[in-house]
C-alpha cells in the first residue's frame, strides 16, 4: 500500500480509497465559516437573550471587542486544523472516520469541562461550554460529511 491509499474494505476484499484534497479542503473551508457563525450567533444568544457573559478566552474580567473576535476566530482556526488532522487520516490509516471520531469527542470533552477550570460563575461557565460543545460537534459533523465526500474507495483487483 502506497502513501495516499488507505484499505477500506470490510468484507474481505482489498480497496483504496483516494482522497480528493480539494474537495477536502474546500469543505474544511466552508466548516470553518459555519463554526464562526456558530461560536458567533452562541456568544450573541448568551449575551443578548440571556445575559450570560462567556468566559474571557485571554482571562480578562471583561470581554472586549477582541475578545469577542477571539471566539469565532478561534472556532476557524480549530475546523481548519481539523480538516488538517483528516486529511492526514484519511491519507495514513485505516478506519480514519473512526479515529477522527475519538479525536473530536475528546477534544469536544475537553472544551467542555475546561470552562468549569475558571473563577467564574456557574452560569458563564455552563454558557460557555454549551457554546464550545455546539463548535466542535458542528466542525465534525460538517467535516465528517466533507471527508467522506472527498474520500471515494475504489475496488483494487487483488495481486496473484
Do not use: K
Request: charged fraction near 15%; glycine fraction near 8%.
Amino acid at each position: 500500500m502506497s502513501f495516499g491509499e488507505a484499505n477500506v474494505g470490510r468484507s474481505g476484499e482489498a480497496a483504496r480509497s483516494r482522497v480528493d484534497a480539494g474537495v477536502l479542503w474546500a469543505g474544511g473551508a466552508a466548516t470553518a465559516v459555519v463554526a464562526a457563525l456558530v461560536a458567533a450567533v452562541g456568544a450573541l444568544i448568551c449575551d443578548s437573550l440571556l445575559d450570560v457573559t462567556l468566559i474571557p478566552v485571554w482571562g480578562h474580567d471583561v470581554l472586549t471587542m477582541s475578545d469577542r473576535a477571539a471566539l469565532p476566530i478561534g472556532a476557524a482556526v480549530a475546523a481548519l486544523l481539523a480538516t488538517a488532522l483528516l486529511h492526514l487520516l484519511l491519507v495514513a490509516v485505516p478506519s480514519p472516520f473512526r479515529f477522527f471520531n475519538w479525536v473530536l469527542a475528546l477534544v469536544a470533552i475537553a472544551f467542555a469541562v475546561a470552562p468549569f477550570g475558571y473563577d467564574a460563575t456557574t452560569r458563564a461557565q455552563v454558557a460557555t461550554a454549551v457554546v464550545d460543545f455546539a463548535v466542535v460537534i458542528s466542525i465534525g459533523i460538517l467535516l465528517r460529511a466533507a471527508g467522506r465526500r472527498a474520500s471515494r474507495p475504489q475496488a483494487v483487483e487483488p495481486r496473484p
